[in-house]
């Protein structure tokens, strides 16, 4: 059985301090190249390995973002 999961940033709260991306054991997170509506470039998913270990929205300070984790066959 192979987990896969994904995560959601809330892209106009997130605030680029790139905690997250220290965590993520699989290398998932990475920051865009454009700017929220404050300025900041904001997490993303750069590729399609995340485990939804929960890592990234554990240790994000202003909570805005979200695991999700799903088994599949």
């Known amino acids: 059985m192979e987990i896969k999961g994904y995560i959601e940033v809330d ?7 790139q905690l997250c991306a220290t965590v993520c054991p ?3 997170i990475g920051y865009s190249d454009k700017t929220n509506d404050k300025g900041y470039y904001y997490a993303i ?8 270990c929960g ?9 805005v973002i979200t695991a999700y984790r799903a088994a599949k066959k």
């Open 45 to 52: 998913m750069v590729n399609e390995d995340c485990i939804g």
């Open 11 to 17: 892209i106009q709260k997130c605030k680029g301090c």
């Open 26 to 28: 699989k290398a998932v």
């Open 55 to 63: 890592n990234c929205a554990i240790v994000c300070p202003d909570s």
